[in-house]
RNA sequence: GGAGGAGUAGCUCAGUCGGUUAGAGCGCCGCCCUGUCACGGCGGAGGUCGCGGGUUCGAGCCCCGUCUUCUCCGCCA
């Protein structure tokens, strides 16, 4: 240890500049490149403040020929200490892009803590670029890119402002189980064997939704956790099987006041870290658009609102059109819509037939369009002869057309209408370059309904969760008319991402098992499942709201990244799969015996005979 | 579960119409080099073209199957 200790640095590789030239200085981390030029060795070292370059010189510095000797072994990574003199760089030697550019490290003394093997990709190549098995597999090499530390950075100032805004506001930071218990509905969970008992499991939480609704049964008033939530769902590029939120909950309020004080903390972090990211926040304070609006303005409960080309419908405009089509879709009770592609009447023949094509894709039956002339009549594409001249300058109008752009529309059912068109329209956005990339767009979408049809069984579910309160006065349509009911429900939305996800809970047990009956709950699924729930309503539970923004979402849009593994110290693959750790992995036939698990073999699949 | 893209040297990739010994850059190894900072120069090693089968005189390339991976759909209270 005395050694540890003789060598521990004095100062940070990027701290140096040029008014520490002459200070004898200790500095450690690693070589990130070595020029060697036979009399005179150069070596970039970093650590996570920056670099500095090392000069190894026998001939003219203080280097001890000891020094010079372990400067030949250095290689690429190596993990070493240097100590020597800050010196002023020889005039015409000074490397303006470093912020250290104007001074060297001569080295008296090296000692190499430890070698490194040539390395499996390297670390000044772009991170893009790498494959990223091999990135997640050596995440310990890929976290040394200074671009990697920095999102690393990142996330925990992130993080460290999210706990300071909530401590600021007379929130309790309070811990829930890991270890707790299944609810059928929603993803699918993440099973944990009970040794004592064979046959009984413990599910990892999708969201600790339950035990914050009980912190508000017993008078916490404001909690709120840095969550870690587990859901095996298939992937995407902003999932993860393990994922963390910024949960929280409060008692006695309104849905505004959980709107204003998560606003409140988006702005404050955002903001707050301006400088560091280049994001700004495009509208303040955040437009609060409600369910319905959003689906008709944009197709989408998820809008990225950072660019305009909202949906026109059309069903108004077309309600006697004599074009069989989209005649039949209206009165088949569909969605006739239409999307303005700016520009898109000079689209050559095959650009347009990649929108139809596109659409097809997305699931649409067609995509039919008209181009807009100069003088902006519309005597050009594929419907243009089908439509009235009537009806046709009502949609230019509608749609805000301009002379050259193309007007095109989707006839199908309400929900594949809006699908297609919010893919179509984020399509056009993003080739356009309608989106500023420095801006964050939130929006708050409010008005949820409550329950949404289950297209598999027919009968009614949660649109958004089962424990969100219905809209005053709306339960009395839960017989005749639930497609009606709102709830107290709300996301927030950024850049067209699920951002957050929150509601005013139901507080009442009457009203949280009428809502379960009509989702088609017997009483005794009710008290199985949620027969604690309503214990501890019945138990005086204050009203109380809550929401849940998710974190690495979060970093991801100030990061830039697309990609939620981006910002995740150990992420896992597609699969769920970690090579790093090569989790998961079989155990032991002991375990296995103690849990009382045996091991079915899966089927192998048909093969085809040729 | 479905659709599409990718898989060739340690890494990133090229490889034409199916045709001789599969290439480049970076990295690695050796030698040289006193001011570089993507240092430079000379030389060298390194390949089960993901895997299995097929067509063919001949397959990295064509066909079938399969695995891995990425993106999307389904799924994600």
């Known amino acids: 240890m005395a050694e540890l200790k003789a060598w521990q640095r004095t100062v940070t590789c990027g701290a140096l500049r040029a008014e520490n030239a002459g200070e004898e200085v200790t500095v450690a981390g690693w070589a990130e490149t070595i020029r060697d030029h036979g009399g005179v060795t150069f070596i970039d070292l970093r650590d996570r403040t920056g670099v500095v370059q090392i000069v190894v010189d026998l001939s003219r ?29 020889i005039a015409g030697a000074e490397n303006p892009h470093l912020p250290t550019g104007s001074i060297e490290v001569e080295a008296r003394e090296i000692i190499v803590h430890n070698a490194a093997r040539p390395l499996p990709f390297q670390l000044n190549e772009d991170t893009v670029t790498n494959n990223e098995e091999m990135r997640i597999k050596y995440r310990y090499l890929d976290l040394r890119r200074p671009a990697m530390y920095r999102k690393m950075w990142l996330r925990h100032e992130v993080v460290r402002r999210v706990r300071s805004y909530f401590y600021k506001n007379d929130f309790l930071e309070i811990e829930t189980p890991m270890l707790t218990k299944s609810s059928p509905e929603g993803a699918r969970d993440y099973l944990v064997p009970y040794r004592l008992e064979p046959g009984l499991f413990y599910a990892l939480p999708q969201a600790p939704q339950q035990y914050k609704q009980l912190l508000m049964v017993s008078g916490i008033e404001r909690y709120f956790q840095i969550a870690k939530c587990f859901r095996d769902e298939s992937q995407r590029a902003d999932r993860q099987p393990e994922f963390t939120q910024i949960d929280l909950e409060m008692s006695f309020v309104t849905q505004d006041d959980i ?43 998820k809008p990225d609102i950072r660019f305009g080309l909202e949906l026109t419908d059309c069903g108004a405009i077309l309600e006697n059109t004599q074009f069989a089509v989209f005649q039949n879709v209206l009165k088949s009770g569909g969605l006739v819509k239409a999307i303005r592609y700016p520009g898109g009447a000079s689209l050559p023949r095959s650009g347009m037939d990649e929108l139809v094509n596109l659409s097809r894709e997305f699931g649409a039956k067609g995509f039919a369009y008209f181009l807009v002339d100069d003088g902006g009549a519309v005597t050009r594409g594929p419907v243009a002869k089908f439509l009235s001249d009537e009806e046709k300058a009502a949609i230019v109008t509608a749609s805000e057309a301009q002379p ?36 964050l767009a939130y929006c708050w979408i409010t008005d949820f309904p409550v329950f949404a049809k289950d297209e598999e069984t027919g009968g009614w579910t949660f649109e958004h969760n089962p424990f969100a309160l219905p809209q005053e006065g709306h339960l009395e349509w839960i017989d005749s008319d639930p497609a009606r009911m709102r709830a107290y429900c709300y996301d927030m939305v950024c850049n067209g991402y699920e951002a957050a996800s929150g509601a005013v809970r139901i507080h009442k047990p009457e009203v949280q098992v009428a809502i379960f009956k009509k989702m088609g709950l017997t009483d005794e ?59 998961p992995a079989t155990v032991e036939q002991k375990q296995l015996d103690e849990l009382g698990l045996r091991i079915i073999e899966k089927e192998p699949e048909k093969k085809q005979v040729i």
């Not at 510095?61 to 070493?80: L, M, P």
């Not at 752009?405 to 056009?428: C, P, S, Y």
């Not at 008290?527 to 991801?556: I, K, S, Y």
């Open 404 to 439: 050259g752009d193309l007007v095109g529309f989707i006839a199908d059912t309400k929900e594949m209408t809006n699908k297609v068109l919010d893919r179509l329209r984020r399509l056009i956005g993003d080739r356009l370059g309608l989106i500023d990339k420095s801006k």
């Open 525 to 583: 699924q009710i008290e199985a499942r949620f027969g604690h729930m309503l214990d501890a309503f019945a138990f005086g539970a204050p009203p109380h709201a809550g929401m849940a923004p998710g974190l690495d979402r979060m970093v991801m849009l100030l990061t830039d990244d697309e990609n939620i593994r981006e910002v995740i110290a150990f992420p896992k693959m597609g699969g769920g799969y970690d090579p790093l750790m090569d989790a």
């Open 61 to 89: 510095n203080e280097t001890s020929e000891a020094a010079h000797a372990e400067a030949q072994k250095i290689r690429a990574e190596y993990c070493i200490s240097v100590r020597g003199r800050v010196v002023q760089r």
């Open 259 to 301: 709107l204003n004080m998560v606003e409140g903390l988006m702005i404050e972090v955002v903001d707050g870290l301006a400088e560091e990211t280049g994001k700004t926040i495009l509208h303040k304070p955040f437009p609060r658009i409600p369910y319905d609006e959003a689906m008709a303005r944009y197709g989408s409960d």
